[in-house]
């Protein structure tokens, strides 16, 4: 029949128990790498190698090129002896699950049995064994799935959160995590945001090593420079560092210095930004025009760049509900937490519905987490903003302010300044 049983002393584990024998045993893994092909999307990224990766996409800056080529020589290096868990996190288009798939291409060209497949699709697979006409029991395809030698499970976070898929997917993370089987992530969520019995798991150290691509959407014509329907940033084009009015002779000594000061700042951290950075005064006074040199500055040097006004950031989000729109909430939402220079002008709370808030609140929660560099501007006293955005915009370890005390300059006619040569880039 094909099975043979061990000769072993009664009461050992194994006695009285048929294992399959050599030829069996053959079979049975072939049978086993056919259901996998099966469950596994490799097809649909077969043409996904390292061969076939750019490495040298024209626009990108040192920064974003250096985490680029690390990316891929993790990848590289995992690819050829897999150990433990790869993580890796970044935004749509970044490049993350081609390395991922190039990956389980490069180990199933070694004849190894891979299993690639989206967590929505795997978990689509697990609930179609409870229709009458499976020919596969849940059991069964679960202990594959959970076995398999390499498993990739691609966009970790897009499932559903009902409470059946959360289980199971737990479950199946956790089996692997116990046992330390080789496993490739990738997300464009938060991490904050998953489950946080996976989180503490992908977290490990010792198990696990996070990858971040915080790089643009290649898939786009000209990732870098292309600017999201969101930002206002052309709307301030007249609005940069030759630009600003320094009033010299408009204002009272005090005001004067202090405006120069403000520009100081605000060039200081265009150079290197870092944190966060508010200007808080009355309307005209210069703190837009501040905060647009900052983003115009740093989009020159390659940076992706999102500058928005609080209200109409909040209105961007709103859209995605309307049926029309073809880019979902958490798309949108995650556009602006993740683009490494957000500017956002106007802030103002005092009539913010509790939906408005929550989301306010969860952009920079997220941002004051990462050390994301972002920069506000507001005519609202400090004490009158959100106390959630308060308490945060007060930790000086991360933010500063800076009150302008310059008035409304837009009435009167002021003599501009000589132009002043760029920032050092």
């Given amino acids: 029949m094909g099975f043979v049983t061990k000769d072993v002393p009664v009461g050992h584990p194994d006695f009285g128990k048929a294992f399959p024998c050599v030829c069996q045993?053959?079979?049975?893994?072939?049978?086993?790498?056919?259901?996998?092909?099966?469950?596994?999307?490799?097809?649909?990224?077969?043409?996904?190698?390292?061969?076939?990766?750019?490495?040298?996409?024209?626009g990108l800056n040192e920064n974003q090129l250096s985490a680029l080529r690390a990316a891929y020589q993790l990848?590289?290096?995992?690819?050829?002896?897999?150990?433990?868990?790869?993580?890796?996190?970044?935004?749509?288009?970044c490049g993350k699950t081609h390395l991922a798939a190039a990956i389980a291409n490069y180990r199933l060209a070694l004849g190894e049995q891979v299993l690639f497949v989206t967590v929505p699709d795997l978990l689509d697979h697990l609930r179609s064994t409870y229709a009458p006409s499976s020919e596969i029991e849940y059991d069964d395809l679960f202990e594959q799935i959970r076995e398999a030698p390499l498993l990739v499970l691609d966009d970790l976070g897009a499932e559903s959160s009902t409470a059946w898929a959360q289980e199971k997917l737990?479950?199946?993370?956790?089996?692997?995590?116990?046992?330390?089987?080789?496993?490739?992530?990738?997300?464009?969520?938060?991490?904050?945001?998953?489950?946080?019995?996976?989180?503490s798991r992908l977290l490990d150290w010792h198990l696990a090593q996070t990858v971040p691509m915080r790089l643009p959407d290649f898939r786009r014509?000209?990732?870098?420079?292309?600017?999201?329907?969101?930002?206002?940033?052309?709307s301030y084009m007249g609005m940069t560092f030759d630009t600003f009015d320094m009033r010299r002779h408009g204002l009272p000594e005090k005001e004067r210095h202090n405006l120069r000061d403000a520009y100081n700042v605000a060039l200081e951290y265009a150079q290197k930004p870092h944190d966060w950075l508010m200007f808080i005064g009355e309307h005209g006074c210069g703190k837009t025009h501040l905060a647009a040199a900052i983003a115009h500055h740093r989009h020159q040097l390659g940076d992706s760049v999102m500058?928005?006004?609080?209200?109409?950031?909040?209105?961007?989000?709103?859209?995605?509900?309307?049926?029309?729109?073809?880019?979902?909430f958490d798309k949108r939402f995650y556009e602006i937490r993740s683009v490494q220079l957000l500017v956002i002008d106007q802030l103002d709370t005092s009539n913010a519905t509790p939906w408005a808030r929550e989301k306010l609140?969860?952009?920079?929660?997220?941002?004051?987490?990462?050390?994301?560099?972002t920069v506000f501007t507001t005519t609202q006293p400090l004490e009158e903003l959100d106390a959630v955005l308060r308490s945060r915009l007060l930790d000086q370890r991360h933010c500063q302010i800076f009150a302008i005390l310059a008035p409304d300059y837009m009435g009167g006619a002021v003599p501009r300044p000589p132009k002043r040569s760029n920032p050092a880039r």
Wanted: glycine share 4%.
């Fill in 170 to 199: 737990y479950q199946l993370i956790n089996h692997r995590y116990l046992y330390q089987l080789n496993t490739v992530f990738t997300t464009n969520c938060d991490l904050n945001d998953l489950d946080p019995r996976i989180r």
């Fill in 25 to 58: 045993r053959d079979i049975l893994l072939a049978r086993r790498s056919t259901r996998l092909q099966k469950l596994s999307s490799l097809s649909a990224v077969a043409d996904k190698t390292f061969e076939n990766f750019s490495l040298d996409l024209e």
């Fill in 221 to 234: 014509p000209d990732p870098t420079r292309e600017q999201s329907v969101i930002s206002n940033l052309n």
């Fill in 307 to 328: 500058m928005v006004s609080a209200p109409d950031l909040l209105d961007y989000l709103r859209s995605a509900f309307n049926p029309s729109s073809t880019t979902p």
């Fill in 361 to 373: 609140r969860q952009i920079a929660e997220h941002r004051y987490l990462n050390h994301a560099p």
């Fill in 75 to 93: 990848a590289h290096d995992y690819a050829g002896a897999p150990h433990g868990w790869l993580l890796f996190e970044g935004s749509y288009g």
